[in-house]
Each structure stands twice: as C-alpha cells, then as structure tokens.
C-alpha cells in the first residue's frame, strides 16, 4: 500500500482529464505564422499532455491557446503560468508517438518564477512578429 501512495505523489500537481481544442504556435521563425490546432488530453496547474498531429522537438516553446475559464485549477495556473497575447507558454518536455500520425506532447508550462527567461525572450520575438504580420 506504501508503494501505491508513493507513486501517486511522484507529481507536483494533480492531472485532470480535460479534452478540449487547442490553437498552438510553435516558436520558431520558420513556424511561427502557422497557427496549428490539436487537442488536450490532460492539464495540470505545472502542464499540459495535448494530442497534435504536427512534430515537435524537445526543448521547443511552444504558444498554446485552449479554453482555461472552465477548469477551476485555472485560477492557480493564471498566477503562475507565464501568458503572452492570452495564450500560455511552455516547453516540449516529452514526445510519443500516438495513434494514426498523431503525438502525445508533453508541456511543461513556463512560470513567471523562472530564474532566466531570457533565453526565451529570441523565440517569443517570432511571436510578436507574427502579430504585427496580421495588424498590417
């Protein structure tokens, strides 16, 4: 019984089963002006397990847009989720191969606590870019 415990405490944060869409850029100059769609699988106030059909690389950030207003560990995850342009944004953490051409990525959400988000500060540039792209 003391095994079972210990492994359901190995997580920070409790993981929800919670589907729904998604809207994602991948922030990298060549990708960054395609707004990609997939769906969650599960979320929790650190990250976020989504289903998309594009891949991925490890380490990549990744901007994620899906409806937050209805989960009620969102008012948490506001607090501490680094949001840009009401959207979320995290790291590519884990990739697996799902069911037909689709991925299971794993999303460790950036926290406004993070020591140096200066090395995100180059990729989010492709970000803003794409906004003013679309104001013109």
Same mark, same amino acid.
């Given at each position: ?24 850029? +991948?922030?990298?100059? =060549? ?8 769906? @969650?699988?599960? +979320? !929790? ?16 950030? &990744? ?7 209805? %989960? ?9 989720? /680094? ?12 990739? =697996?191969?799902?069911?037909? =051409?689709?991925? !299971? +990525?794993?999303?460790? /959400? &950036? @926290?406004?606590?993070?020591?140096? %988000? @200066? ?6 540039? /492709?970000? !803003? ?6 104001? +013109?």
């Amino acid at each position: 019984m003391e095994e079972s415990k210990g492994a359901s405490e190995r997580r920070e944060f409790i993981r929800l089963d919670y589907t729904t869409p998604i809207a994602y850029k +991948v922030c990298r100059e =060549e990708t960054i002006s395609k707004l990609l769609e997939g769906y @969650t699988a599960n +979320v !929790s106030q650190s990250g976020i397990l989504c289903r998309i059909k594009d891949k991925v690389q490890p380490d990549d950030l &990744l901007w994620i847009s899906f409806d937050r207003a209805t %989960l009620t560990i969102c008012a948490d995850l506001e607090r501490r989720a /680094f949001i840009y342009q009401n959207g979320i944004i995290g790291k590519v953490v884990r990739i =697996e191969p799902a069911q037909q =051409e689709e991925y !299971s +990525v794993g999303v460790q /959400f &950036l @926290t406004r606590e993070e020591k140096d %988000l @200066t090395h995100i500060h180059p990729k989010l540039y /492709f970000i !803003s870019k794409s906004k003013e792209e679309k104001d +013109v």
